[in-house]
């Protein structure tokens, strides 16, 4: 009510006065400023706000996650914030057009002013990543090039319950894991493997697929069971699970592979909904990645890039590491027609109906 008695405006609220005066052009301190600075500048500002909205609410999911169990309220706002993550992420990932009207040419009348100009040595990008589960992948002494301050933020950040770990302890937890001695496993393992091997047959007697392509698709079917076969083989999943094959706990993947079957379920509607954002978040992050990658390729070929790295090399060979979510993706492998699926019990139902929907009443 303070403010209806006093003149507020617009540009008070939103301090413009700092906002629009925060381009300082390394440029105009030489004598030949670069015209397209301004907008480099400009641009990678506003990825920084983005970031920090990013970080807002990506603290707030895992504030929610960090309240076991998850209710059907829990679970509708953690959706509605994670689509909002992924509406910023598409917006971020527009903005690399804006910087392509840049020239390669105009482009390295730039780059001896921007050798820490580079979005990957941003800080609020790299606690980002923490937060969303790379933190394992992160070694310490990566952080060394952030101000001290910043590393200190980004240590603090390391060692924090990451969206990885959160949604992991979610689905490890869920009522599916109670399923393995009944009779829905064991139905549904053997219409996977009556799937795969029939997928083995048609790879052999397809005339079209020369002999490496042929041994290839084989290996990968053959890669493939060996890997569904462990999900239901504790000792295997676990080397396995060493090796870097999986990610998640044992008892998580199940959980996520139940859910993608039977999503069209009421009761999984909502768990669904969370598992397929952060798959399209993955793919988000993934395709920022490959658009900073074409970008610097476009504008510097194999030069050294923007932060003193041949940047797209880095990038394609980190691909499949930055990934947070890759165990979500193996799963689409094993995935049936909706014809085949083994028909749920009542009694399987009635506990999923309670365990999703009747907590959201309670």
Same mark, same amino acid.
């Given at each position: 009510?303070?403010?209806?008695?006093?003149?507020?405006?617009?540009?008070?609220?939103?301090?413009?006065?700092?906002?629009?005066?925060?381009?300082?052009?390394?440029?105009?301190?030489?004598?030949?400023?670069?015209?397209?600075?301004?907008?480099? !500048? @400009?641009?990678? #500002?506003?990825?920084? *706000?983005?970031?920090?909205?990013? %970080?807002?609410? +990506?603290?707030?999911?895992?504030? $929610?996650?960090?309240?076991?169990?998850?209710?059907?309220?829990?679970?509708?706002?953690?959706?509605?914030?994670?689509?909002?993550?992924?509406?910023?992420?598409? !917006? @971020?990932?527009? #903005?690399?057009?804006? *910087?392509?009207?840049?020239?390669? %040419?105009?482009? +390295?009348?730039?780059?001896?002013? $921007?050798?820490?100009?580079?979005?990957?040595?941003?800080?609020?990008?790299?606690?980002?990543?923490?937060?969303?589960?790379?933190?394992?992948?992160?070694?310490?002494?990566?952080?060394?090039?952030?101000?001290?301050?910043?590393?200190?933020?980004? %240590?603090?950040?390391?060692?924090?319950?990451?969206?990885?770990?959160?949604?992991?302890?979610?689905?490890?937890?869920?009522?599916?894991?109670?399923?393995?001695?009944?009779?829905?496993?064991?139905?549904?393992?053997?219409?996977?493997?009556?799937?795969?091997?029939?997928?083995?047959?048609?790879?052999?007697?397809?005339?079209?697929?020369?002999?490496?392509?042929?041994?290839?698709?084989?290996?990968?079917?053959?890669?493939?069971?060996?890997?569904?076969?462990?999900?239901?083989?504790?000792?295997?999943?676990?080397?396995?699970?060493?090796?870097?094959?999986?990610?998640?706990?044992?008892?998580?993947?199940?959980?996520?592979?139940?859910?993608?079957?039977?999503?069209?379920?009421?009761?999984?509607?909502?768990?669904?909904?969370?598992?397929?954002?952060?798959?399209?978040?993955?793919?988000?992050?993934?395709?920022?990645?490959?658009?900073?990658?074409?970008?610097?390729?476009?504008?510097?070929?194999?030069?050294?890039?923007?932060?003193?790295?041949?940047?797209?090399?880095?990038?394609?060979?980190?691909?499949?590491?930055?990934?947070?979510?890759?165990?979500?993706?193996?799963?689409?492998?094993?995935?049936?027609?909706?014809?085949?699926?083994?028909?749920?019990?009542?009694?399987?139902?009635?506990?999923?109906?309670?365990?999703?929907?009747?907590?959201?009443?309670?």
């Amino acid at each position: 009510m303070g403010r209806l008695n006093t003149e507020f405006h617009y540009s008070d609220y939103l301090r413009l006065d700092v906002l629009l005066n925060a381009q300082f052009p390394e440029s105009s301190r030489s004598d030949r400023e670069v015209h397209d600075e301004t907008l480099f !500048i @400009i641009s990678h #500002q506003v990825h920084e *706000l983005w970031f920090k909205e990013i %970080l807002y609410e +990506l603290k707030s999911v895992l504030d $929610l996650f960090s309240s076991m169990p998850l209710d059907g309220r829990k679970l509708g706002s953690i959706t509605s914030r994670l689509n909002r993550l992924l509406a910023i992420h598409k !917006i @971020i990932n527009r #903005q690399i057009e804006v *910087l392509e009207t840049i020239s390669p %040419l105009d482009f +390295l009348e730039l780059r001896d002013f $921007l050798l820490s100009g580079s979005v990957f040595e941003s800080c609020q990008f790299r606690e980002i990543e923490l937060r969303l589960g790379l933190a394992t992948r992160v070694p310490a002494e990566a952080l060394n090039r952030f101000r001290p301050e910043e590393r200190e933020v980004l %240590l603090k950040a390391r060692e924090e319950k990451t969206l990885f770990e959160a949604v992991d302890d979610w689905l490890a937890n869920m009522p599916f894991r109670y399923l393995e001695g009944a009779e829905f496993w064991p139905r549904y393992r053997s219409i996977v493997r009556d799937m795969l091997e029939n997928d083995r047959r048609m790879a052999q007697k397809n005339r079209f697929l020369a002999g490496w392509d042929r041994q290839g698709q084989l290996g990968r079917l053959e890669n493939a069971r060996y890997r569904f076969d462990a999900l239901f083989k504790p000792e295997e999943y676990e080397l396995l699970r060493d090796e870097g094959v999986f990610q998640f706990r044992r008892a998580a993947v199940l959980s996520a592979l139940f859910i993608l079957l039977y999503r069209d379920e009421s009761p999984l509607q909502a768990p669904f909904g969370v598992l397929k954002t952060l798959m399209d978040i993955d793919d988000q992050l993934i395709a920022w990645r490959i658009n900073r990658s074409l970008f610097d390729q476009h504008m510097l070929g194999n030069k050294i890039g923007l932060g003193g790295r041949i940047t797209h090399d880095y990038i394609r060979e980190m691909m499949e590491e930055k990934r947070i979510f890759r165990d979500l993706f193996s799963l689409s492998t094993f995935l049936v027609p909706y014809s085949a699926l083994p028909e749920l019990s009542q009694k399987l139902k009635q506990n999923l109906d309670v365990h999703f929907c009747h907590r959201s009443n309670g």
